[in-house]
Protein backbone atom coordinates (compact mmCIF):
# COMPACT_ATOMS: atom_id res chain seq x y z
CA UNK A 1 0.00 0.00 0.00
CA UNK A 2 1.70 3.07 -1.02
CA UNK A 3 2.47 6.13 1.60
CA UNK A 4 -0.61 8.27 1.10
CA UNK A 5 -2.99 5.46 1.44
CA UNK A 6 -1.54 4.96 4.61
CA UNK A 7 -1.76 8.11 5.50
CA UNK A 8 -5.03 8.03 5.09
CA UNK A 9 -6.08 5.41 7.43
CA UNK A 10 -4.23 7.37 10.63
CA UNK A 11 -6.54 10.04 8.99
CA UNK A 12 -9.50 8.62 8.80
CA UNK A 13 -9.35 6.57 12.06
CA UNK A 14 -9.04 10.08 14.13
CA UNK A 15 -12.56 11.47 12.26
CA UNK A 16 -14.45 7.91 12.62
CA UNK A 17 -13.40 6.52 15.73
CA UNK A 18 -11.75 8.97 18.01
CA UNK A 19 -13.88 11.97 17.05
CA UNK A 20 -17.08 9.24 16.48
CA UNK A 21 -17.57 10.02 12.87
CA UNK A 22 -18.30 7.08 12.55
CA UNK A 23 -18.14 6.43 8.29
CA UNK A 24 -17.21 3.27 7.12
CA UNK A 25 -13.62 2.09 6.29
CA UNK A 26 -14.87 -0.79 3.94
CA UNK A 27 -18.09 -1.48 1.57
CA UNK A 28 -19.87 -4.52 0.51
CA UNK A 29 -21.81 -4.33 -2.20
CA UNK A 30 -24.15 -7.57 -2.94
CA UNK A 31 -24.53 -7.01 -7.10
CA UNK A 32 -26.96 -10.26 -7.41
CA UNK A 33 -28.58 -13.01 -5.80
CA UNK A 34 -28.10 -15.51 -8.68
CA UNK A 35 -25.91 -18.17 -7.64
CA UNK A 36 -24.56 -21.47 -9.10
CA UNK A 37 -25.05 -23.46 -5.53
CA UNK A 38 -27.84 -23.36 -2.82
CA UNK A 39 -25.16 -23.51 0.24
CA UNK A 40 -26.64 -25.07 3.81
CA UNK A 41 -25.11 -22.46 5.80
CA UNK A 42 -26.91 -19.65 3.03
CA UNK A 43 -29.48 -17.94 3.44
CA UNK A 44 -32.58 -18.55 0.91
CA UNK A 45 -32.75 -15.17 0.15
CA UNK A 46 -28.81 -14.80 -0.93
CA UNK A 47 -29.27 -17.16 -3.62
CA UNK A 48 -32.62 -16.03 -4.87
CA UNK A 49 -32.04 -15.93 -8.37
CA UNK A 50 -33.83 -12.58 -9.28
CA UNK A 51 -31.63 -10.11 -9.80
CA UNK A 52 -28.03 -8.35 -11.40
CA UNK A 53 -28.05 -4.99 -9.98
CA UNK A 54 -27.27 -2.85 -13.14
CA UNK A 55 -23.67 -1.43 -13.70
CA UNK A 56 -25.18 2.25 -13.33
CA UNK A 57 -26.62 1.78 -9.85
CA UNK A 58 -23.46 0.17 -8.74
CA UNK A 59 -21.51 2.90 -10.59
CA UNK A 60 -23.28 5.51 -8.23
CA UNK A 61 -23.27 3.10 -4.88
CA UNK A 62 -18.99 3.23 -5.87
CA UNK A 63 -19.06 6.61 -6.21
CA UNK A 64 -21.03 7.38 -2.80
CA UNK A 65 -19.28 5.05 -0.68
CA UNK A 66 -16.19 6.67 -1.69
CA UNK A 67 -17.75 9.66 -0.87
CA UNK A 68 -18.59 8.56 2.58
CA UNK A 69 -15.10 7.73 3.11
CA UNK A 70 -14.96 3.94 2.46
CA UNK A 71 -11.08 2.73 0.47
CA UNK A 72 -12.27 -0.93 0.79
CA UNK A 73 -14.63 -2.68 -1.76
CA UNK A 74 -15.77 -5.88 -1.63
CA UNK A 75 -18.32 -7.61 -4.27
CA UNK A 76 -20.80 -9.76 -3.13
CA UNK A 77 -23.40 -12.53 -4.43
CA UNK A 78 -25.29 -14.68 -4.85
CA UNK A 79 -22.32 -15.36 -6.86
CA UNK A 80 -20.12 -12.38 -8.16
CA UNK A 81 -18.68 -14.17 -11.27
CA UNK A 82 -22.22 -14.49 -12.67
CA UNK A 83 -22.78 -10.85 -12.79
CA UNK A 84 -23.14 -9.42 -16.18
CA UNK A 85 -25.38 -6.28 -17.76
CA UNK A 86 -25.32 -5.89 -21.15
CA UNK A 87 -21.73 -5.97 -22.23
CA UNK A 88 -20.27 -4.88 -18.83
CA UNK A 89 -18.94 -8.08 -16.34
CA UNK A 90 -16.93 -8.34 -13.45
CA UNK A 91 -13.80 -7.17 -13.97
CA UNK A 92 -15.62 -3.86 -15.34
CA UNK A 93 -16.56 -3.07 -11.96
CA UNK A 94 -12.84 -3.50 -10.11
CA UNK A 95 -11.62 -1.11 -13.35
CA UNK A 96 -14.50 0.82 -12.07
CA UNK A 97 -13.57 1.03 -8.45
CA UNK A 98 -9.79 1.21 -8.82
CA UNK A 99 -10.56 4.38 -11.17
CA UNK A 100 -13.12 6.33 -8.53
CA UNK A 101 -10.05 5.67 -6.00
CA UNK A 102 -10.58 2.49 -3.85
CA UNK A 103 -7.11 1.48 -2.48
CA UNK A 104 -8.48 -2.06 -2.69
CA UNK A 105 -10.77 -4.47 -3.95
CA UNK A 106 -12.20 -8.13 -3.57
CA UNK A 107 -13.75 -10.94 -4.98
CA UNK A 108 -16.21 -13.93 -2.43
CA UNK A 109 -16.12 -16.52 -4.81
CA UNK A 110 -17.47 -20.29 -4.10
CA UNK A 111 -14.58 -21.29 -6.68
CA UNK A 112 -16.85 -22.98 -9.75
CA UNK A 113 -15.75 -20.78 -12.42
CA UNK A 114 -12.52 -20.47 -12.75
CA UNK A 115 -11.47 -16.81 -11.97
CA UNK A 116 -7.67 -16.42 -12.63
CA UNK A 117 -8.32 -13.15 -15.35
CA UNK A 118 -9.68 -11.61 -12.38
CA UNK A 119 -8.41 -7.61 -11.77
CA UNK A 120 -9.58 -7.89 -8.34
CA UNK A 121 -6.88 -7.26 -6.01
CA UNK A 122 -7.60 -10.26 -3.61
CA UNK A 123 -9.41 -13.37 -3.91
CA UNK A 124 -11.48 -15.45 -1.16
CA UNK A 125 -12.69 -19.12 -2.19
CA UNK A 126 -15.40 -20.10 0.34
CA UNK A 127 -14.09 -23.88 1.18
CA UNK A 128 -16.17 -25.23 4.14
CA UNK A 129 -13.77 -27.86 4.99
CA UNK A 130 -12.30 -31.32 3.61
CA UNK A 131 -13.76 -32.64 0.06
CA UNK A 132 -16.51 -34.32 2.21
CA UNK A 133 -17.50 -31.96 4.34
CA UNK A 134 -17.07 -28.95 1.96
CA UNK A 135 -19.22 -31.19 -0.52
CA UNK A 136 -21.93 -32.17 2.27
CA UNK A 137 -22.75 -28.08 2.62
CA UNK A 138 -22.23 -27.22 -0.93
CA UNK A 139 -23.08 -29.73 -3.43
CA UNK A 140 -21.23 -33.05 -4.74
CA UNK A 141 -18.50 -32.39 -6.46
CA UNK A 142 -17.76 -28.45 -5.59
CA UNK A 143 -14.67 -29.26 -3.83
CA UNK A 144 -12.70 -30.42 -6.88
CA UNK A 145 -14.02 -27.74 -8.88
CA UNK A 146 -12.35 -25.32 -6.55
CA UNK A 147 -9.49 -27.03 -5.82
CA UNK A 148 -8.54 -27.14 -9.94
CA UNK A 149 -9.72 -23.35 -9.89
CA UNK A 150 -7.52 -22.76 -7.11
CA UNK A 151 -4.59 -24.77 -8.39
CA UNK A 152 -4.94 -23.13 -11.98
CA UNK A 153 -5.70 -19.42 -10.97
CA UNK A 154 -2.31 -18.40 -11.21
CA UNK A 155 -3.25 -15.75 -8.47
CA UNK A 156 -0.91 -14.39 -5.50
CA UNK A 157 -3.42 -12.85 -3.17
CA UNK A 158 -5.68 -15.58 -2.91
CA UNK A 159 -6.88 -16.99 0.38
CA UNK A 160 -9.94 -19.47 1.23
CA UNK A 161 -12.27 -18.53 3.53
CA UNK A 162 -14.06 -21.46 6.19
CA UNK A 163 -17.29 -20.82 7.52
CA UNK A 164 -17.51 -23.37 10.83
CA UNK A 165 -20.56 -24.95 12.25
CA UNK A 166 -22.04 -28.59 13.23
CA UNK A 167 -21.59 -29.69 9.75
CA UNK A 168 -17.79 -29.11 9.15
CA UNK A 169 -16.29 -29.12 12.57
CA UNK A 170 -14.76 -31.69 12.50
CA UNK A 171 -12.30 -30.79 9.42
CA UNK A 172 -11.25 -27.43 10.52
CA UNK A 173 -8.44 -28.35 11.13
CA UNK A 174 -7.81 -30.32 7.84
CA UNK A 175 -9.14 -26.96 6.32
CA UNK A 176 -6.31 -24.88 8.25
CA UNK A 177 -3.40 -28.02 6.89
CA UNK A 178 -4.93 -27.51 3.41
CA UNK A 179 -4.42 -23.75 3.03
CA UNK A 180 -0.64 -23.82 4.32
CA UNK A 181 0.11 -27.15 2.08
CA UNK A 182 -1.72 -25.68 -1.10
CA UNK A 183 0.66 -23.83 -2.75
CA UNK A 184 -1.80 -21.36 -4.43
CA UNK A 185 -3.56 -20.53 -1.34
CA UNK A 186 -1.51 -17.75 0.83
CA UNK A 187 -3.66 -18.17 3.84
CA UNK A 188 -7.28 -18.67 5.32
CA UNK A 189 -9.38 -16.81 7.00
CA UNK A 190 -11.86 -18.67 9.36
CA UNK A 191 -15.84 -17.63 10.32
CA UNK A 192 -18.61 -19.09 12.04
CA UNK A 193 -22.00 -19.59 11.00
CA UNK A 194 -24.08 -16.81 11.50
CA UNK A 195 -27.42 -17.87 12.29
CA UNK A 196 -29.74 -16.10 9.63
CA UNK A 197 -33.39 -17.37 9.28
CA UNK A 198 -32.94 -21.00 8.08
CA UNK A 199 -29.99 -21.91 9.01
CA UNK A 200 -30.19 -21.57 13.13
CA UNK A 201 -30.19 -25.41 13.42
CA UNK A 202 -26.23 -25.34 12.07
CA UNK A 203 -25.26 -23.14 14.90
CA UNK A 204 -22.74 -24.51 17.40
CA UNK A 205 -23.22 -24.37 21.35
CA UNK A 206 -21.37 -21.40 22.29
CA UNK A 207 -18.88 -24.00 24.63
CA UNK A 208 -17.22 -25.55 21.49
CA UNK A 209 -16.67 -22.47 19.59
CA UNK A 210 -14.78 -21.31 22.30
CA UNK A 211 -12.47 -24.45 22.16
CA UNK A 212 -12.70 -24.46 18.13
CA UNK A 213 -11.28 -20.34 18.96
CA UNK A 214 -8.50 -21.77 21.27
CA UNK A 215 -7.22 -24.46 18.58
CA UNK A 216 -7.25 -21.95 15.64
CA UNK A 217 -5.39 -20.02 18.10
CA UNK A 218 -2.74 -22.69 18.75
CA UNK A 219 -2.19 -23.12 15.01
CA UNK A 220 -1.71 -19.50 14.27
CA UNK A 221 0.21 -19.98 17.08
CA UNK A 222 2.25 -22.43 15.41
CA UNK A 223 3.07 -20.87 12.55
CA UNK A 224 -0.16 -22.05 9.72
CA UNK A 225 -1.23 -18.96 8.02
CA UNK A 226 -4.37 -18.05 9.41
CA UNK A 227 -5.14 -14.03 8.52
CA UNK A 228 -7.67 -13.63 11.71
CA UNK A 229 -5.78 -12.07 14.89
CA UNK A 230 -5.82 -13.58 17.81
CA UNK A 231 -7.24 -10.49 19.55
CA UNK A 232 -10.15 -10.73 16.87
CA UNK A 233 -10.64 -14.66 17.63
CA UNK A 234 -10.65 -14.05 21.37
CA UNK A 235 -13.07 -11.32 20.85
CA UNK A 236 -15.23 -13.98 19.26
CA UNK A 237 -15.32 -16.03 22.16
CA UNK A 238 -17.59 -13.13 23.98
CA UNK A 239 -20.75 -13.55 23.49
CA UNK A 240 -22.20 -10.04 23.95
CA UNK A 241 -23.07 -7.24 20.83
CA UNK A 242 -20.10 -5.62 18.38
CA UNK A 243 -20.32 -2.18 18.65
CA UNK A 244 -17.73 -1.56 15.74
CA UNK A 245 -19.72 -2.61 12.76
CA UNK A 246 -20.27 0.11 11.22
CA UNK A 247 -16.45 0.20 9.82
CA UNK A 248 -17.58 -2.12 7.29
CA UNK A 249 -21.05 -1.57 5.66
CA UNK A 250 -23.26 -3.03 3.08
CA UNK A 251 -25.32 -1.88 0.28
CA UNK A 252 -27.91 -4.39 -0.36
CA UNK A 253 -29.59 -5.54 -3.96
CA UNK A 254 -32.14 -3.60 -3.21
CA UNK A 255 -29.98 -0.34 -2.60
CA UNK A 256 -30.21 0.06 1.14
CA UNK A 257 -27.24 0.96 3.37
CA UNK A 258 -26.97 -1.19 6.04
CA UNK A 259 -24.37 -1.19 8.95
CA UNK A 260 -25.13 -5.40 8.64
CA UNK A 261 -27.70 -6.63 7.68
CA UNK A 262 -27.99 -9.18 10.85
CA UNK A 263 -28.66 -6.76 13.11
CA UNK A 264 -32.40 -5.93 12.85
CA UNK A 265 -32.50 -9.41 12.74
CA UNK A 266 -31.96 -9.66 16.42
CA UNK A 267 -28.94 -12.00 15.85
CA UNK A 268 -25.80 -10.35 16.62
CA UNK A 269 -24.76 -12.15 19.91
CA UNK A 270 -24.60 -14.99 18.07
CA UNK A 271 -22.33 -13.38 14.90
CA UNK A 272 -19.97 -15.51 13.27
CA UNK A 273 -18.74 -12.89 11.13
CA UNK A 274 -14.82 -12.90 12.45
CA UNK A 275 -14.52 -9.68 10.70
CA UNK A 276 -16.98 -8.17 13.66
CA UNK A 277 -13.82 -9.29 16.10
CA UNK A 278 -11.49 -7.92 14.01
CA UNK A 279 -13.48 -4.34 13.99
CA UNK A 280 -13.49 -4.62 17.69
CA UNK A 281 -9.64 -4.98 17.49
CA UNK A 282 -8.88 -2.07 14.83
CA UNK A 283 -10.89 0.25 16.83
CA UNK A 284 -9.39 -0.68 20.03
CA UNK A 285 -5.80 -0.46 18.40
CA UNK A 286 -5.18 -3.84 19.39
CA UNK A 287 -1.37 -4.04 17.23
CA UNK A 288 -2.09 -7.77 16.22
CA UNK A 289 -5.36 -6.64 14.65
CA UNK A 290 -4.23 -3.65 12.55
CA UNK A 291 -0.83 -5.55 11.67
CA UNK A 292 -2.91 -8.22 10.45
CA UNK A 293 -5.02 -5.85 8.22
CA UNK A 294 -2.48 -4.04 6.88
CA UNK A 295 -0.89 -7.43 5.94
CA UNK A 296 -3.78 -8.70 4.16
CA UNK A 297 -3.81 -5.52 2.22
CA UNK A 298 -0.46 -5.33 0.97
CA UNK A 299 0.20 -9.02 -0.43
CA UNK A 300 2.05 -9.70 2.47
CA UNK A 301 1.19 -13.23 2.95
CA UNK A 302 2.47 -14.02 -1.06
CA UNK A 303 6.07 -12.87 0.10
CA UNK A 304 5.69 -14.86 3.97
CA UNK A 305 5.00 -17.98 2.13
CA UNK A 306 7.28 -17.63 -0.30
CA UNK A 307 10.40 -17.12 2.32
CA UNK A 308 8.85 -19.92 4.54
CA UNK A 309 9.56 -22.04 1.51
CA UNK A 310 12.95 -21.18 0.74
CA UNK A 311 13.72 -21.48 4.33
CA UNK A 312 14.38 -17.92 5.09
CA UNK A 313 11.12 -16.85 6.80
CA UNK A 314 10.25 -17.64 10.22
CA UNK A 315 6.84 -19.34 11.80
CA UNK A 316 4.64 -16.80 13.09
C1 LIG B 1 -22.93 -15.25 0.70
S1 LIG B 1 -21.44 -15.90 0.03
C2 LIG B 1 -21.39 -15.10 -1.56
C3 LIG B 1 -20.14 -15.33 -2.32
C4 LIG B 1 -19.96 -16.68 -3.00
N1 LIG B 1 -21.12 -17.18 -3.62
C5 LIG B 1 -19.39 -17.71 -2.03
O1 LIG B 1 -19.99 -18.76 -1.83
O2 LIG B 1 -18.32 -17.45 -1.51
C6 LIG B 1 -20.17 -15.00 0.90
C7 LIG B 1 -19.60 -15.71 2.11
O3 LIG B 1 -20.60 -15.72 3.13
C8 LIG B 1 -20.51 -16.96 3.78
N2 LIG B 1 -21.79 -17.25 4.44
C9 LIG B 1 -22.95 -17.61 3.86
N3 LIG B 1 -23.90 -17.84 4.79
C10 LIG B 1 -23.33 -17.59 5.99
C11 LIG B 1 -23.81 -17.66 7.33
N4 LIG B 1 -25.05 -18.02 7.62
N5 LIG B 1 -22.94 -17.35 8.32
C12 LIG B 1 -21.67 -16.99 8.03
N6 LIG B 1 -21.16 -16.91 6.79
C13 LIG B 1 -22.00 -17.21 5.78
C14 LIG B 1 -20.18 -17.93 2.67
O4 LIG B 1 -19.66 -19.16 3.15
C15 LIG B 1 -19.19 -17.15 1.87
O5 LIG B 1 -17.87 -17.37 2.34
Same mark, same amino acid.
Given at each position: ????????????????????????????????????????????????????????????????????????????????????????????????????????????????????????????? %???????????????????????????????????????????? %??????????????????? %??????????????????????????????????????????????????????????? %?????????????????????????????????????????????????????????????????????
Amino acid at each position: MKIGKLIYLPVWYVKNVMLGGHGPLQTVIAITDCCNLACRHCASSVHAGTAMKPFGQINEELQAAYNAGSRFIDFEGGEPTLWMDGEHALNDLYDLAHEIGFFHCTLTTNGQHPFGDTRADFVWV %SVDGNQACHDMVRGKGTFQVLDRNIRESGLKNLAINMVIHRKNV %SSVTETIRYAKENPAVCAI %SLNFLTPYPGTEELLLPWETRKKVIDHIIKMKRAGYPIINSCSGLRRMKERKPHHNCWI %SHFILLDGTWKECPGKELGICMDCGFCMAGEMDGVAGLRPDTVLAGLKLRNSWWKNRKKKKNTGRGRSQ
